[in-house]
């Protein structure tokens, strides 16, 4: 799937959604179905994303330890 906009936009609401209820619920116990919701975004538009719920999780995994060795490398003046 092409990166549109309302793709990007989409992506973006999901992966907040996402944040807010794997810390509030657990990743285990939160639904595609209750992350559409949140995000206003369709089943079918999250699949088109994500294909499924663990690749919410890897994308969010890689965002926070890409984030993480930026810091690491900034504290050992690299």
Same mark, same amino acid.
């Given at each position: 799937? &092409?990166?549109?906009?309302? @793709?990007?936009?989409?992506?973006?609401?999901?992966?907040?959604?996402? #944040?807010?209820?794997? $810390?509030?619920?657990?990743?285990?116990?939160?639904?595609?179905?209750?992350?559409?919701?949140? &995000?206003?975004?369709?089943? @079918?538009?999250?699949?088109?994303?994500?294909?499924?719920?663990?690749? #919410?999780?890897?994308? $969010?995994?890689?965002?926070?330890?890409?984030?993480?060795?930026?810091?690491?490398?900034?504290? &050992?003046?690299?």
């Amino acid at each position: 799937m &092409a990166i549109t906009d309302a @793709s990007m936009a989409a992506k973006k609401r999901i992966l907040a959604v996402c #944040v807010k209820l794997f $810390l509030e619920k657990g990743y285990n116990r939160t639904t595609v179905a209750e992350i559409t919701k949140g &995000a206003g975004v369709s089943i @079918s538009t999250f699949q088109n994303i994500f294909r499924a719920k663990d690749g #919410v999780l890897n994308e $969010l995994v890689e965002f926070m330890f890409s984030n993480q060795f930026g810091v690491a490398r900034r504290l &050992a003046g690299a």
